[in-house]
């Protein structure tokens, strides 16, 4: 992300990740409060992180929504 590199960041992230559209908005982002940067610095922010990948992924076609098919 930080080189701009954003198919690589959704291939990545879909890696470990099979819903980062969702989790990136409803999860309350714990890892952030427990971020060992958080004892010195600022915590790495990850759901933001996470929000981005998946919105350019929406824009870029890399996440589709696909209709239920009945």
Do not use: M
């Amino acid at each position: 992300v930080y080189n701009g590199d954003w198919d690589n960041a959704i291939r990545n992230l879909h890696s470990t990740n099979n819903f980062p559209e969702f989790t990136g908005r409803i999860c309350p982002a714990p890892c952030e409060e427990a971020c060992t940067l958080n004892l010195e610095d600022i915590p790495v922010a990850i759901k933001t992180i996470e929000q981005a990948i998946a919105d350019k992924a929406y824009e870029t076609g890399h996440i589709r929504p696909y209709p239920p098919e009945r």
